[in-house]
């Protein structure tokens, strides 16, 4: 049973920054989406099993951090220079290390449960 827990949603100011938390039962192909109110799941950053290789959406290049720590089996994101419109759901997902990275949310076969990230103008 693989299982992925997301912390550290919140609220905070425009400009401002947070980094999410996702621990996972083992080792995996990761990644971050995220879903805002009346829109599709869309991807945020991707990283190999290794951490190796990273992945980002436009939308969050310069600006968001994808890493890992398969020692404590935790997987970060690191948003810095939030904007209102980064507000929305945000889920860790895994998929097995032999498949590769991927952008799309239907590869991904485990989910976390999601954390609330609010930005204020």
């Known amino acids: 049973q693989v299982q992925l827990v997301e912390s550290g949603g919140g609220w905070v100011q425009a400009g401002g920054s947070l980094r999410l938390s996702c621990a996972v039962s083992?080792?995996?192909?990761m990644a971050w989406f995220r879903q805002a109110p009346g829109k599709e799941r869309e991807f945020v950053a991707a990283i190999s099993w290794s951490g190796g290789s990273t992945y980002y959406a436009d939308s969050g290049k310069g600006r968001v951090t994808i890493s890992r720590d398969n020692t404590k089996n935790t997987l970060y994101l690191q948003m810095n220079s939030l904007k209102p419109e980064d507000t929305a759901i945000y889920y860790c997902?895994?998929?097995?290390?032999?498949?590769?990275?991927?952008?799309?949310?239907?590869?991904?076969?485990?989910w976390g449960q999601g954390t609330q990230v609010t930005v204020s103008p």
């Open positions: 083992g080792l995996y192909t």
């Open positions: 997902a895994a998929k097995g290390i032999m498949t590769g990275t991927s952008t799309l949310s239907r590869d991904y076969p485990y």
